[in-house]
């Protein structure tokens, strides 16, 4: 363990900043979720109201968990904030580990540092500190934030304690994986599936008879039952379960040369197929993972969303945040209630665009834009391949979400119609993630070490969606954000004027970044 210490406080020195914002994002799901409730339901009787409506509805159940204690501000914030902030932590783990193991060695500097005198289980123990430090901090600060809110002790401590806990089963995961892989994009795929394993089998299990949520780490989590009667003894479950892996991921580690991994990369054809030939085919083979991910994140999103049916009225009852989505969509709170959910999943699932529209400025640091631009490839087709599966992705995952959203809302309500409805309400806010993506690929063309710098763009979006009229932000730097200049389908009618603009607009910034990459060199 020689040089631990060291270890440990320059990955805390070089993770500080992104450590910080993981850790508001984290602490932002849970709190966020209290403030709402807060303000949409006013007084117990719609808290009451809205129990007795979500406790039976299946869809809310699969995506959340198990419905207890909907009647307390409490239960609604544990029920809504505890799956995805498990999520949360589980992703932090694996950018953590992956950031400080498999990173480290496929760039190299992994070896050059073991050339000095450090031990040869320093650096891993120190990227998995690093990670279980994280996740305390994690949870120390998820239970303060629901004190805030005036709840019970006991209910936040089991709220942090069971995220930070989970948290730390993932960083396990992560960093047996990356024994067994000898590149980062595998480590993270592995880690990234046994995540979203863990949700499946505890919607699938919360929905069922309850049998399969006990193979999750997520269903143990939601198992400690916070602001529902506290029990401590399922912590017993992540706590071995982490024993375990980590037991494995050493004894893995001792058995494998730095560097390389368990399981070696498959070798690829001896010719490259036809599909490999063009700057597309490549673009679509290096993005087609990912892609398959967010669509079925789009899908699973919208599908939950339309579940609700048109029982929003009983939902959201008569608060203040019910009258502002009367507000912003129009007189029909289901079709405005679907306008915003639509808005929501487009903002959400931006997230496809801008690091698509990044993907190129991967390849170019691990230095294969290189070698690809010495055969007969013309750069600006490389660029143009990147940017089709960006443009056409965004489409797939925008069309998936309003078509998961009609077809809940059909189920629950048999009216089909809704698939061509919410698709199209869905699809009228591509103009404005466009340019989002259009941003990205300005920034990679003229400046692409700040090409990351684009996801303040999003970042800004929000900030104007969710607090611009609280705020009082001016209306010209709202008018800075693409998505207030277009209308709230199906509870507003389209504005083609707006989208032909915005889309214009769009296209505009990605010429010019297009141009700029085909000006600068490649490095």
């Given at each position: ?47 009451d ?32 904030g ?30 050059l ?97 309850a049998v ?10 939601q ?81 939950g ?28 709170l ?104 259009a ?28 607090f ?31 989208i ?24």
């Open positions: 363990m020689t040089g631990l210490t060291i270890f440990v406080r320059a990955f805390l020195r070089r993770d500080r900043w992104a450590l910080l914002w993981w850790l508001v994002g984290g602490t932002a799901v849970y709190y966020a979720q209290g403030a709402q409730t807060k303000a949409q339901y006013a007084t117990q009787a719609a808290l109201q809205a129990g007795a409506s979500f406790e039976h509805n299946a869809g809310f159940i699969a995506m959340f968990g198990p419905a207890r204690a909907l009647n307390t501000v409490g239960g609604q914030v544990t029920w809504q505890a799956a995805f902030g498990a999520i949360l932590a589980g992703l932090m783990s694996m950018f953590l580990v992956g950031r400080h193991t498999r990173v480290e060695e496929e760039t190299g500097r992994d070896e540092v073991r050339s000095s005198v450090v031990g040869r289980y320093a650096p891993m123990t120190a990227a998995l500190l690093v990670a279980v430090i994280a996740n305390l901090l994690l949870g120390l600060l998820v239970a303060l934030s629901v004190v805030s809110f005036g709840l019970a002790a006991a209910g936040a401590l089991s709220l942090g304690l069971g995220v930070a806990l989970t948290g730390i089963a993932f960083t396990a995961v992560a960093l047996l994986a990356a024994q067994l892989t000898d590149s980062a994009r595998a480590m993270y795929g592995i880690t990234g599936a046994v995540i979203g394993v863990s949700y499946g089998l505890r919607a699938v299990g919360d929905v069922g008879d399969l949520s006990w193979f999750s780490p997520i269903g143990w989590y198992a400690m039952h916070a602001y529902s009667g506290e029990r401590w003894w399922p912590t017993v479950l992540p706590v071995a379960f982490t024993a375990v892996i980590l037991v494995a991921a050493f004894a893995v580690f001792n058995r494998r040369d730095i560097g390389a991994g368990v399981w070696p990369t498959r070798p690829g054809p001896s010719r490259a197929p036809r599909s490999l030939l063009g700057g597309l085919g490549l673009a679509w083979r290096l993005q087609r993972g990912s892609m398959s991910g967010w669509l079925a994140g789009a899908f699973l999103g919208g599908l969303y339309g579940s609700i049916g048109d029982d929003v009225k009983d939902i959201l009852g008569d608060s203040q945040f019910t009258q502002d989505i009367l507000a912003r969509g129009g007189t029909d289901v079709d405005s209630f679907y306008a915003s959910a639509a808005l929501l999943l487009a903002i959400v699932f931006a997230g496809f665009t801008i690091s698509s529209a990044l993907r190129p400025r991967g390849e170019e640091d691990a230095g294969r834009v290189e070698s690809l631009l010495a055969t007969a490839l013309p750069r600006r087709r490389w660029l143009l391949g990147h940017l089709a599966i960006t443009v056409l992705g965004t489409v797939a995952v925008l069309g998936a979400g309003g078509f998961g959203m009609g077809l809940g809302f059909g189920m629950v309500t048999g009216e089909w119609s809704a698939l061509e409805t919410h698709t199209g309400a869905s699809l009228a806010w591509l103009p404005a993630v466009l340019v989002l993506g941003l990205t690929g300005l920034l990679y063309g003229v400046l692409p070490d700040w090409a990351s710098l684009a996801w303040l763009g999003l970042t800004f979006c929000v900030v104007v969606l969710v611009g009229t609280l705020l009082q932000f001016p209306q010209w730097l709202q008018d800075f954000s693409p998505f207030t200049h277009l209308a709230l389908v199906p509870a507003q009618q389209a504005d083609w004027w707006a032909v603009v915005v889309l214009s607009v769009a296209s505009a910034i990605s010429l010019i970044g297009q141009w700029a990459f085909s000006r600068r060199d490649v490095r």
